[in-house]
T-cell receptor, first 113, second 110 residues
């Protein structure tokens, strides 16, 4: 299994600012992902974080808005840039083990005023 | 395309059984099941792979019909701790990426 730590756990930000969310895994994993989840709704994949190269973004998400880094096998960051109230959501990091099981962090609750 | 889960919600008494279904329009490599409680991370329950292999909790069972691209999660003798939202995540041959269903809210009452 894998234990995933995310920080911050929650934040309240002003419109137009940026927030960087960190994700740390306690063991080596094959893949890391970032999701967005509106309260009471499903999980939507933002991007796959690739080690040492540019992330792979899903339709509707762009690098300028959600830059992602993954400098090593166990750490990744997601930045939410130039925030607006529509970016208020829960952002979750996940990682896949060698058994193809995906584990999730507890998420970052973001509110944009 | 997002898989479709049914039912959207189910209410049980302790000890009752429930089945949650997940259906996809795409050919699947695997189906993953998670339970999420309010304000917490989704917790892995079960993975079902094409070809019949399964990995997961001993007390939870599930099935995967590869021809119909459907999976079902069977919750028997439900406990209060089973309450939460259940999500299926489907994996196409694009390895590793999961697309999640809309969720099924399960409530277990004493």
């Amino acid at each position: 299994s894998a234990v995933i730590s995310q920080k911050p756990s929650r934040d309240i930000c002003q419109r137009g600012t940026s927030l960087t969310i960190q994700c740390q895994v306690d063991s080596q994993v094959t893949m890391m992902f970032w999701y967005r989840q509106q309260p009471g709704q499903s999980l939507t994949l933002i991007a796959t974080a690739n080690q040492g190269s540019e992330a792979t973004y899903e339709s509707g998400f762009v690098i300028d808005k959600f830059p992602i880094s993954r400098p090593n096998l166990t750490f990744s960051t997601l930045t939410v840039s130039n925030m607006s109230p529509e970016d208020s959501s829960i952002y979750l990091c996940s990682a896949t083990t060698g058994e193809n099981i995906q584990y999730f962090g507890a998420g970052t609750r973001l509110s944009v005023l | 395309q997002q898989p479709v889960q049914s039912p959207q919600a189910v209410i049980l008494r302790e000890g009752e059984d429930a089945v949650i279904n997940c259906s996809s329009s795409k050919a699947l490599y695997s189906v993953h099941w998670y339970r999420q409680k309010h304000g917490e991370a989704p917790v892995f329950l079960m993975i079902l792979l094409k070809g019949g292999e399964q990995k997961g909790h001993e007390k939870i069972s599930a099935s995967f019909n590869e021809k119909k691209q459907q999976s079902s999660l069977y919750l028997t003798a439900s406990q209060l701790s089973y309450s939460g939202t259940y999500f299926c995540g489907t994996e196409t041959p694009s390895y590793g990426k999961l697309t999640f269903g809309q969720g099924t809210i399960l409530t277990v009452h004493p």
